[in-house]
């Protein structure tokens, strides 16, 4: 049975507010067609390719949720449950198209590139699954599924198949793991200082650039974008584990 109430509260939403809210959930569900695009262009070993496609789908996930917050999503459309949507399109972006990137690329060892992948598609499930995977105070808790990005560094190093099994295997315990990671769009408990904040984001705007100039220049190195993109990849990593055992204590505004 539907709540009167809410059905109520929609007759006062304006038809460009619900409009708004659809088109949100559209863009949110376009990284599927995203990630679609990149499993073909695995499939056909356009490995480059498909990581642009997962760019793509990146960028939606990055920007999507600030949208949803400025077009009140959960009020002008309360019939669509927008974090289910957006936790499907991940869990299929983040993990299950990565996995098919080990299958097909070679980049585990031969006879192992299907116990990685579902290793990683089993973790990420558990992970998906949580109540508290993202925490009350806007951070990811354990490794999180960041294995797209995961599977393009391990391309552009090239280092030898164990090696990279090795990784895998070490961020899937990491998964379970509570070290709270950092929401790069979401930064209200990295710092009581809005400066610092910004800083943070800035930085993540320099690293999604400086690995996009990674791509670009595929297979040739830039030894700048190197840098500046492992070098975010250090920071993010340490200011998590700062956080996560020095969190900050927001002092609520009296009125």
Do not use: C
């Not at 998906?128 to 354990?142: C, E, I, R, V």
């Not at 929401?183 to 904040?197: D, F, K, N």
């Not at 840098?227 to 020095?246: E, P, Q």
Request: charged share 15%; net charge positive; no cysteine.
């Amino acid at each position: 049975m539907q709540d009167v109430t809410g059905d109520n509260t929609l007759l006062h939403i304006s038809k460009r507010r619900r409009t708004a809210a659809w088109l949100v959930h559209l863009f949110t569900a376009s990284g599927a067609a995203w990630g679609l695009l990149a499993l073909w262009s695995i499939h056909n070993q356009r490995f480059t390719v498909a990581f642009w496609f997962m760019a793509a789908a990146i960028l939606v996930d990055a920007v999507d949720g600030t949208l949803a917050r400025q077009a009140r999503t959960k009020e002008a459309t309360p019939m669509v449950d927008a974090e289910l949507l957006d936790n499907i399109i991940d869990y299929f972006n983040y993990t299950m198209v990565p996995a098919f990137f080990l299958l097909v690329s070679g980049l585990l060892p031969f006879g192992w590139a299907l116990l990685g992948g579902s290793l990683i598609g089993l973790a990420s499930a558990y992970q998906f699954t949580q109540p508290d995977a993202k925490t009350d105070d806007h951070f990811f808790k354990g490794f999180p599924s960041y294995w797209n990005i995961v599977v393009f560094y391990l391309f552009f190093w090239q280092m030898p198949p164990f090696v990279n099994l090795a990784i895998i295997l070490f961020l899937v315990l990491m998964v379970f793991v509570p070290i709270k990671y950092i929401y790069p769009s979401r930064l209200e408990y990295v710092s009581s200082r809005v400066w610092v904040r910004w800083a943070v984001l800035g930085a993540s705007v320099v690293w999604g650039v400086a690995t996009i100039g990674m791509l670009v220049v595929y297979p040739g190195i830039n030894p700048l974008f190197v840098f500046v993109s492992m070098g975010y990849g250090v920071f993010y990593f340490l200011m998590s584990l700062y956080r996560t055992f020095f969190p900050v204590k927001l002092v609520k505004k009296r009125r």
